[in-house]
């Protein structure tokens, strides 16, 4: 009586195995799942983890998750040391996809269980993600720094960049910086040049949070005098860095404290002003009213704001003047000239630095025609509409 459980003359395990690869390969799922399972059902043999692996795959495009969750169960348990982590990898993913991550992480552990370096590094780092989610950021450093550790060079640097933001956001740059670089030494910047740049930014803005603790120790307290010496210099460049951090407001106010300070205030002013332009470093800025305006706007990171209303006053005033003299130049009615110029000097009412611009024509005019008092009446222009 023949054993109908062995397979035909010349079909061994291993060569339904491969049969049943190509099948899959091709798109035949159910000849390819037919097979690896009779190469399951001959029990105990030399491809059985592997047979298991693959039908676990083939089930799982088929939409059948629950039978691809128990092949790769039965790969895990044959113990081979290829296909069980492959078979564990898989399987996490299956939990992942379904939002199981509680049965996820108990999956990657045994990727890591086995041992096979091969697939130790994406298990760290999906250990790392999940405890990270999980609010165990001690847990998830240490997965990182074992991801990291292996010195994979797709994993790694995903690790340490992780490992980096989340350190960079508990105010520890100095720990990030060396992880970024520890990072940057797995990347062959020419074969992965996204993931170099990556690393390379993050390690950038480490070294920006190191450079703003240096200054900010450098001043000090809030109660603590600012040296005259390297005071000023400080708040400059912690004034300046603390924008690139998205820390505006802190800014304004380090260039306040520096404003406020007699010590120091006259030597801050100036390296405030110094992209104003000008040679002549005696000039009092309050001989020019639209110094101050501008001082303000720098120290209150509002610069380009200013900047954007000052050429759209000029724009609007340009506008209501180039429209009347492209015009026929005859009067159309008695007093329309002076009407429309009436509106274009109006125009810079609207802005807060408005009146400073008419206070300083109204002092102009008072000097030039050599007059006590003002030839303007008061509220002009505005008044005068």
């Not at 400073?356 to 102009?364: D, G, I, M, T």
Request: hydrophobic share 45%; proline share 8%.
């Amino acid at each position: 009586m023949s054993d109908t459980s062995a397979p035909p003359p010349g079909d061994t395990p291993e060569h339904l195995c491969e049969e049943a690869r190509r099948l899959a390969e091709d798109g035949e799922l159910d000849r390819a799942a037919d097979l690896f399972e009779q190469v399951l059902a001959l029990g105990d043999t030399p491809v059985r983890a592997r047979a298991a692996l693959g039908l676990a795959v083939v089930l799982d495009d088929a939409g059948d998750v629950a039978g691809a969750r128990e092949a790769d169960r039965a790969a895990i348990a044959a113990g081979d040391p290829e296909y069980g982590p492959r078979a564990a990898y898989h399987l996490a993913l299956t939990h992942e996809r379904a939002g199981e991550y509680e049965q996820a992480g108990a999956a990657w552990q045994v990727v890591v269980d086995f041992g096979n370096p091969a697939y130790l590094p994406p298990a760290h780092l999906a250990l790392a993600r999940l405890a990270d989610d999980a609010g165990d950021f001690d847990t998830a450093r240490e997965r990182w720094e074992q991801a990291i550790a292996t010195g994979d060079p797709e994993y790694g640097p995903l690790a340490a960049h992780d490992l980096a933001q989340r350190l960079l956001e508990r105010g520890e740059p100095a720990r990030a910086q060396r992880v970024l670089t520890a990072g940057l030494r797995l990347v062959d910047r020419d074969s992965a040049p996204h993931a170099y740049a990556r690393l390379a930014v993050a390690l950038g803005i480490a070294y920006l949070d190191q450079a703003i603790g240096a200054f900010t120790a450098a001043l000090g307290g809030e109660e603590d005098a600012v040296d005259p010496e390297a005071g000023p210099l400080a708040i400059e460049l912690l004034a300046r860095t603390l924008p690139l951090r998205g820390r505006g407001a802190e800014s304004r106010e380090v260039w306040r404290r520096g404003l406020a300070d007699p010590g120091v205030a006259a030597q801050v002013r100036a390296r405030l002003r110094r992209d104003f332009g000008g040679d002549d470093e005696d000039a009092d800025p309050e001989n020019l009213w639209w110094e101050p305006v501008l001082e303000q706007a720098v120290s209150d990171g509002t610069l380009p704001a200013v900047a954007g209303e000052a050429f759209g006053a000029l724009d609007h005033m340009y506008s209501l003047l180039a429209v009347r003299y492209a015009d026929d130049p005859a009067e159309q009615r008695p007093g329309e000239t002076h009407e429309l110029i009436g509106r274009a000097v109006r125009v810079p009412s609207g802005y807060s630095w408005g009146p400073l611009l008419h206070e300083s024509f109204a002092e102009r005019l008072r000097l030039a025609m050599g007059t006590p008092a003002s030839l303007l009446p008061p509220g002009w222009p505005d008044a005068a509409g």
